[in-house]
Nanobody, 119 residues
Framework: QVRLVESGGGLVQPGGSLRLSCSDS????????IGWFRQAPGKEREGVAC????????YYGNSVKGRFTISRDKATKTAFLQMDSLKPEDTGIYYC????????????WGQGTQVTVSS
């Protein structure tokens, strides 16, 4: 059974930084993709970033390119989303997803973590 456990998030001022973590377990394939989506109140869910566990290739949504960095520690099977230069519009619930980073409708989603960017 695939399980994704998230941590991190919280309240930060505009321009600040936060780091999210997502630890995965139960994924039996060698190569897979882990990432984050986010959802703000009244808005559609938006893809934020993904990373391939095989070659560590990455994908970023246009709104976060240059500010967010996704990485993964293979030893601990933990992905990280470093979020810098945060803006109020980055506010929302961030969900970790895998093992196809949301492409497959049967992917597993984490419990979600709240990120609030406000002064």
């Amino acid at each position: 059974q695939v399980r994704l456990v998230e941590s991190g998030g919280g309240l930060v001022q505009p321009g600040g930084s936060l780091r999210l973590s997502c630890s995965d377990s139960g994924i039996t394939r060698d190569n897979y993709a882990i990432g984050w989506f986010r959802q703000a109140p009244g808005k559609e869910r938006e893809g934020v970033a993904c990373i391939s566990t095989g070659d560590s290739s990455t994908y970023y949504g246009n709104s976060v390119k240059g500010r967010f960095t996704i990485s993964r520690d293979k030893a601990t099977k933990t992905a990280f989303l470093q979020m810098d230069s945060l803006k109020p519009e980055d506010t929302g619930i961030y969900y970790c997803v895998g093992p196809t980073c949301g492409v497959n409708e049967f992917d597993t989603w984490g419990q979600g973590t709240q990120v609030t960017v406000s002064s």
